[in-house]
């Protein structure tokens, strides 16, 4: 029961994320916020590390992974950033982490030549049905350019969690996800230089209170509980708890944005979340 306590909290601060993106972008660059969350993350991560006990050992190939998928969680942030800063915090959680299974699934097809069975078919068909409800065509919704970069940053995530797959195969999950928060820092620091990193000292504290929480609560604390959870639950049922993102994204975000999701919206979330649990169905 504790663990389903932990992991329930896991789920709700990951939500709780995206309404705090959208406050932090609303008054400093995309690149310099991005820089400073992973920052803090990396520091955030050093008693995590403390805890683990764990020696931090990287080979060759681990660390052209760390590179790799560094380059794509900077690369994923600056348009999931910039998505929501065009567009809302709601549609931001409920689009990319719906979308984000399908998409990884359609490349693990394509690149990995994964094979599917029909239920997994079926679960891909309802799940595109439910991205075509979520982006609003027939109202051109799907042009809008927050829509496009939500669709981007699914993409971009399916391709960074099969990286992050193969990764088990040579760094432990908590190692990973440091070395690729600093190799991010890393990264960031020379994109967020020409904008003035110091900008961030000049906001007020409801900008620092979305950042820590980003950066601390909505990131290391909510990722150890997974991959600690995940140990003892297995992947699969701590995977199940994901479905509970979408509906804590939209539910912190009228809480403390007062946004109010549309009725296509709420149906494709729950058409694609149907579909999540079609594709992960162990039968």
């Not at 995206?18 to 310099?32: F, G, H, Q, R």
């Not at 683990?52 to 080979?59: A, D, E, N």
């Not at 991205?131 to 399916?158: D, K, R, T």
Request: aromatic share 12%; charged share 10%; net charge positive.
């Amino acid at each position: 029961m504790q663990l389903v306590l932990l992991m329930v909290l896991a789920m709700v601060l990951w939500g709780g994320g995206w309404p705090a993106l959208k406050i932090v972008t609303a008054s400093v660059d995309v690149e310099v916020v991005t820089f400073w969350r992973f920052l803090i993350m990396t520091l955030a991560f050093i008693p995590v590390l403390l805890w683990w006990r764990k020696p931090i050992t990287l080979s060759r190939r681990g660390a052209l992974i760390i590179g790799a998928s560094a380059l794509l969680n900077v690369a994923f942030m600056v348009i999931a950033f910039w998505g929501v800063k065009l567009g809302t915090a709601g549609a931001g959680g409920v689009i990319i982490t719906t979308l984000s299974p399908v998409l990884t699934v359609l490349l693990s097809m394509w690149l990995m030549r994964t094979r599917v069975n029909a239920a997994q078919w079926r679960g891909l068909a309802v799940g595109l049905i439910g991205g075509v409800l979520m982006l609003e065509p027939w109202n051109l919704h799907l042009f809008q350019g927050a829509n496009l970069l939500f669709v981007g940053s699914a993409l971009v995530w399916g391709v960074l969690t099969l990286l992050s797959q193969r990764s088990h195969l040579h760094l432990d999950p908590i190692h990973y996800s440091f070395l690729l928060a600093a190799a991010a820092t890393v990264m960031t620091f020379f994109l967020a230089l020409p904008f003035g990193m110091g900008v961030v000292f000049e906001q007020d504290w409801r900008f620092w209170s979305a950042m820590l929480y980003l950066a601390i609560l909505g990131q290391t604390v909510a990722s150890t509980i997974f991959f600690v959870a995940s140990g003892k639950l297995g992947s699969g049922a701590a995977s199940s708890y994901m479905f509970l993102v979408p509906l804590s994204a939209l539910v912190t975000s009228y809480w403390v944005l007062d946004e109010l999701p549309s009725f296509w919206l709420l149906c494709g979330g729950i058409v694609s979340t149907v579909a999540i649990a079609m594709i992960n169905s162990k039968k």
